[in-house]
Structure formats: C-alpha cells, structure tokens
C-alpha cells in the first residue's frame, strides 16, 4: 500500500488505508502528566509506555513502544526518533521514511490493512494473540472529521463466549494520561474503520533481507 504523509489537522486524501496513515498523529493531549504505574489488562503484552510530546508524534511513539518490546531493551522514544529522523533528512509524518529509519536500525515496519479476526497476514489477533506483536492501529474517535485520525497500540485482546468472539481490545494511547485504554469490540471496530484498518507492524527484517 502507497505511503502517505500527516498533514496536522487536513483531511487525508482518499488513498486508501496508507492514506489515514499520514495524519495519525493529531488528536494529542500531549500536556497532561500520564499515569505512573498503569494497570495492563490480564493477558495483554507488558509494552512500556512511550508518550508523545506533539502533534504529530503519536505514529513514532507507537513505533518506539512497538520496537522496544520487539528488542526486549528501552532504546528509543518519540523523540530519539524525531531528532534522528531529521539529522537524516526524514519526516516523521510520512510511513514511508519511518520504514527507511527502521531499516537502519535493522528492523522492518509492516504496513496492512487489518481486521480483527481476519487471517495471517491481515488479523489484528493473528499479530498480538498469536504472534505477540503488539500492533500500529490507526483510530478515530470522532466521525467525519478526519483530521482526528490517532495512531495507537493495541498490547491485547480478551475473549470469550462461546464462539471465541473478540469482546475487547485493549491498547496504548501515546497522547493519553490514562495510557492503558480498553474498548469493546464494536467500539473499537467503528473507531478503527474511519482510519480504513490501517495497521503496522515493526518486526526483525526476514532473513537475507
């Protein structure tokens, strides 16, 4: 899927779901003080919290939690990546410099259009229930107004009933106090179709890559 750049408080251009990409990042609260000892839901992946200090940082926030806890090591935050990003003439708004970033740092960045239960490679429980990734989900909390696109992580998801239903996601808002959220499934499902299931993954690179 094409690569699209965040424009801060612009409607994406209809490009499909890399489109929403580009302005992930621009519902940040961004000046309240987070919480200091976040409750993680039973079962959901133990990713460290990394905030985002402005408005279009929530995407590379949720890339430096996602990398932290692929590489089992605090290495990088919202603003590592800002700083570097530019020392290296990149954008941190557009998903296609974050993949040249990453891959600089030897790792890969996944870009899907996800579904909840849908099969490998597109299902959002495939990534994080069976695999153990925790997932780039692009939400908005607010219809028509696209501007409010926000890129979060989703650490798990909790199920029951007896067809194994997915009864509630739970993920990590980088601009959020509260930074562990948790949403039942249609909940989540309308928020996550305004940014059309776009979803990221960041992952070792395959081998001989």
Request: proline share 7%; glycine share 8%; charged share 20%.
């Amino acid at each position: 899927m094409p690569d699209g750049l965040m424009q801060h408080r612009r409607p994406f251009a209809r490009t499909g779901p890399a489109g929403v990409l580009a302005a992930a990042c621009l519902a940040l609260i961004g000046c309240e003080q987070p919480e200091r000892a976040p409750q993680f839901p039973q079962g959901t992946l133990q990713v460290r919290y990394e905030g985002a200090n402005r408005y279009s940082g929530c995407l590379t926030a949720c890339v430096a939690m996602a990398a932290n806890y692929l590489l089992d090591k605090h290495v990088l935050d919202e603003t590592i990546i800002r700083r570097e990003m530019e020392l290296a003439g990149l954008a941190e708004t557009r998903v296609a410099d974050v993949k040249q970033y990453l891959k600089g740092r030897s790792l890969h960045l996944i870009t899907l259009t996800g579904e909840i239960d849908g099969k490998p490679p597109a299902g959002l429980n495939y990534w994080v229930s069976q695999r153990g990734h925790p997932a780039i989900c692009v939400i908005n909390r607010q219809a028509d107004n696209p501007a409010m696109n926000h890129a979060v992580l989703v650490i798990g998801i909790s199920r029951t009933g007896p067809l194994e239903a997915a009864d509630t996601i739970h993920y990590l808002d980088p601009s959020s106090p509260k930074q562990v959220h948790s949403e039942d499934r249609a909940t989540f499902q309308a928020n996550w179709a305004r940014g059309q299931h776009a979803m990221m993954i960041v992952v070792s690179p395959p081998r001989g890559d």
